[in-house]
């Protein structure tokens, strides 16, 4: 899978931390339900490499891939356990390398000019932009349109129901990434209805 196949699946994308991998199932599910077929599961629970590789078994049909991807062991676990994709909150050489030797799309994250010439000089022209409303959220994505035309973007961190269009009409911006619709408390509380009904109220609030 490309990264430009991967962040064409959804307008919006859900980012995971999971603690307990016997809601990796549920919660994929009402993902689905909601019209979400991708999920990135992060690597900061102890519980997200279990749960990639449950559902990336139990329900094939769900687009899952690994989260703060910070290194080459990562990238490897995150293969292994069947992630088709890995994001990372930031972007290096080595884990660019990586990615190409061991054969799984990368998608990185960039704050600044440097690190999307980094990632462009790399042929990589599919990004996080993170952490997005910090380092400068819509501004910064119009202020990239000059200089690199061929970069397009995923925001994530700080993005919500009430901003998500202002990311999302952007030329350079084809989907954005964020916890909103899955909060960690309905997760824990198993409130997996509210999840999907969630994803169908940002679904709905496209312009
Ligand atoms: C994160 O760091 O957890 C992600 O970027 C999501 O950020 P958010 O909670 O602001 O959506």
């Known amino acids: 899978m490309t990264a430009k196949e991967v962040m064409e699946i959804s307008p919006i994308v859900p980012v995971i931390a999971i603690d307990d991998e016997k809601d990796a199932l549920p919660l994929a599910k009402a993902l689905q339900k909601g019209g979400v077929n991708i999920m990135e599961v992060t690597l900061r629970t102890k519980a997200g490499l279990k749960a990639i590789e449950l559902i990336s078994k139990e329900l094939p049909s769900m687009n899952v891939g690994a ?10 676990q995150s293969k292994n356990a069947g992630a088709k994709f890995v994001f990372s909150p930031g972007i290096s050489k080595e884990l660019i390398d990586a990615s190409k030797k061991h054969d799984i799309t990368l998608i990185p994250g ?12 790399n042929e990589i022209f599919y990004c996080k932009l993170f952490p997005a409303k910090i380092s400068g959220g819509v501004d910064i994505l119009k202020a990239f349109q000059g200089p690199f035309s061929k970069m397009n973007f995923c925001p994530t961190g700080g993005v919500n129901l009430n901003n998500l269009n202002d990311f999302l009409i952007l030329k350079n911006v084809l989907c954005v990434g964020g916890t909103w619709f899955v909060p960690k408390d309905a997760i824990l509380n198993n409130e997996f209805e509210k999840i999907t009904l969630l994803c169908k109220e940002a679904l709905d609030s496209l312009v």
């Open 67 to 76: 989260g703060t991807v910070c290194n080459e062991e990562e990238l490897i």
């Open 110 to 121: 960039v704050a600044t000019a440097s690190e999307v010439m980094l990632a462009q000089n």
